[in-house]
């Protein structure tokens, strides 16, 4: 449970942080899905378990975004969670395991990003930076500052460079 839950004049971010952590999550693993085969033929292997870690750390965050109580009411969640046994996986600190999921992703493409040096070392560094802050939220600690702050910049780095890419005719 967040520390702010009480106050009235905040109360809509709850809803709009479970949104919003959703939406880069599904998005995450959507990219995941879409780099398999966009590096070497032998790295495929890597990249299939890189997108099925990033698809089981984005299932995690909507799951625990949904039994939080702010999307489906509360009383809803509890008798998914009671009745149908629906677990809230670790706790409090649920959604910053699936990002810490997505972070070893993260890592793993930057890893083969810099041995083909197919990225330019801005995208690799900022990637690797937010890869290990992500992945804080493996050891139940809180990871935000990497999937609320540096992921996002990374990801529009990314974008940026694909687009940069495409019109020149190359990826």
């Not at 809509?12 to 998005?27: E, H, K, M, T």
């Given at each position: 449970m967040g520390y702010f839950n009480d106050i009235p004049s905040i109360i809509?971010?709850?809803?709009?942080?479970?949104?919003?952590?959703?939406?880069?999550?599904?998005?995450s693993a959507i990219l995941a899905t879409t780099l398999i085969f966009s590096q070497s033929k032998r790295w495929i292997w890597l990249n299939l378990i890189g997108a099925i870690l990033s698809?089981?750390?984005?299932?995690?965050v909507t799951l625990d975004s949904l039994?939080?109580?702010n999307i489906i009411p509360k009383n809803t969640a509890n008798i998914l969670r009671i009745e149908?046994?629906?677990?809230?996986?670790?706790t409090t600190h649920s959604q910053d395991f699936g990002f810490g999921l997505i972070g070893i992703w993260l890592i793993m493409v930057i890893i083969q990003a810099a041995q083909t040096?197919?990225?330019?070392?801005?995208?690799?560094?900022?990637?690797?930076?937010a890869g290990i802050f992500m992945m804080v939220g493996l050891a139940g600690?809180?990871?935000?500052l990497g999937f609320v702050f540096?992921?996002?910049?990374?990801?529009?780095?990314?974008?940026r460079r694909i687009?940069?890419?495409?019109?020149?005719?190359n990826y």
């Open positions: 809509f971010f709850g809803p709009l942080n479970d949104i919003f952590g959703s939406l880069v999550a599904i998005l698809w089981t750390g984005s299932f995690i039994m939080a109580g149908h046994g629906f677990p809230t996986l670790l040096k197919s990225w330019p070392n801005y995208l690799i560094g900022l990637g690797l930076f600690s809180n990871g935000a540096i992921y996002p910049i990374w990801c529009i780095l990314l974008g687009l940069k890419n495409e019109r020149k005719g």
